[in-house]
């Protein structure tokens, strides 16, 4: 006689089977998660490393313009929300950086950019601001990251994120969408926030995961992306 499994032998397998996919999707989403995050702070310090490359071998100015959507817009494209973000790259055609600092503001003539690389799409991260590190023994370490971009009295300035009222006096429009947030490079590589004339010592692009269109503000799978102002060197943050 062949022997079968009970009702009660296939109820517990089915209890046990449950419980340990109780465990393992949590541990699996925490994995996405921290890839999303991981992938885009290597996505965006990659775009800022091409950006400078270029502006100094081709003598001229490059615009690296951010912009945060609901990762499901239902209104215009530009209107701002959270979960997607958007990275454009245009340089100027005549090698100038068009507009002084001063001017009036306005936005960068479509006639004198061009656009040298397809609009980047980054999903379900926010561009956030993480606050000033909490001191670490380990420098490579978020916790231990320097602190340059929290310091002083106009520090937020030096900070590109999607809670920040500071905004590029000369927007970046493409593709219906207006970048109002940019990091400038200069033919020798240095580069600028929004248009300030002081450059960054070190300026700071700062990453949190969202879920759909919300902010995840508690997740520790954060990153920041830093930069220096004169070198252009770019570094990127982890716990």
Same mark, same amino acid.
């Given at each position: 006689?062949?022997?079968?499994?009970? &009702?009660?032998?296939?109820? #517990?397998?089915? %209890?046990?089977?449950? !419980?340990?996919?109780?465990?393992?999707? =949590? +541990?699996?989403?925490?994995?996405?998660?921290?890839?999303?995050?991981?992938?885009?702070?290597?996505?965006?310090?990659?775009?800022?490393?091409?950006?400078?490359?270029?502006?100094?071998?081709?003598?001229?100015?490059?615009?690296?313009?951010?912009?945060?959507?609901?990762?499901?817009?239902?209104?215009?494209?530009?209107?701002?929300?959270?979960?997607?973000?958007?990275?454009?790259?245009?340089?100027?055609?005549?090698?100038?950086?068009?507009?002084?600092?001063?001017?009036?503001?306005?936005?960068?003539?479509?006639?004198?950019?061009?656009?040298?690389?397809?609009? &980047?799409?980054?999903?379900? #991260?926010?561009? %956030?601001?993480?606050? !000033?590190?909490?001191?670490?023994?380990? =420098? +490579?370490?978020?916790?231990?990251?320097?602190?340059?971009?929290?310091?002083?009295?106009?520090?937020?300035?030096?900070?590109?994120?999607?809670?920040?009222?500071?905004?590029?006096?000369?927007?970046?429009?493409?593709?219906?969408?207006?970048?109002?947030?940019?990091?400038?490079?200069?033919?020798?590589?240095?580069?600028s926030i929004n248009g300030e004339t002081d450059l960054p010592r070190i300026g700071e692009i700062g990453l949190c995961p969202?879920?759909?269109?919300?902010?995840?503000?508690?997740?520790?799978?954060?990153?920041?992306?830093?930069?220096?102002?004169?070198?252009?060197?770019?570094?990127?943050?982890?716990?």
């Amino acid at each position: 006689m062949k022997k079968a499994f009970t &009702l009660i032998e296939l109820l #517990v397998v089915v %209890a046990v089977m449950s !419980a340990l996919t109780a465990l393992i999707v =949590p +541990a699996l989403s925490g994995l996405q998660t921290a890839g999303n995050i991981t992938n885009s702070a290597y996505e965006i310090a990659s775009a800022l490393q091409r950006a400078r490359t270029y502006a100094m071998t081709h003598n001229t100015y490059v615009w690296v313009g951010f912009h945060e959507e609901s990762a499901s817009p239902t209104a215009s494209a530009n209107t701002p929300g959270s979960g997607r973000v958007l990275i454009a790259m245009a340089a100027s055609i005549d090698g100038t950086q068009i507009f002084d600092d001063s001017s009036t503001t306005a936005s960068l003539p479509s006639n004198r950019i061009v656009a040298i690389e397809k609009l &980047l799409r980054l999903d379900n #991260v926010h561009l %956030a601001d993480l606050a !000033a590190p909490a001191g670490g023994n380990n =420098p +490579a370490s978020l916790d231990g990251r320097p602190d340059d971009p929290y310091t002083g009295d106009e520090s937020s300035k030096f900070r590109v994120n999607s809670e920040s009222s500071a905004q590029t006096p000369h927007p970046l429009n493409m593709l219906q969408y207006t970048f109002n947030q940019t990091v400038r490079f200069s033919p020798n590589g240095e580069a600028s926030i929004n248009g300030e004339t002081d450059l960054p010592r070190i300026g700071e692009i700062g990453l949190c995961p969202t879920q759909g269109s919300r902010v995840d503000s508690n997740n520790k799978n954060v990153a920041a992306i830093q930069f220096t102002g004169a070198g252009g060197n770019v570094e990127i943050y982890r716990r």
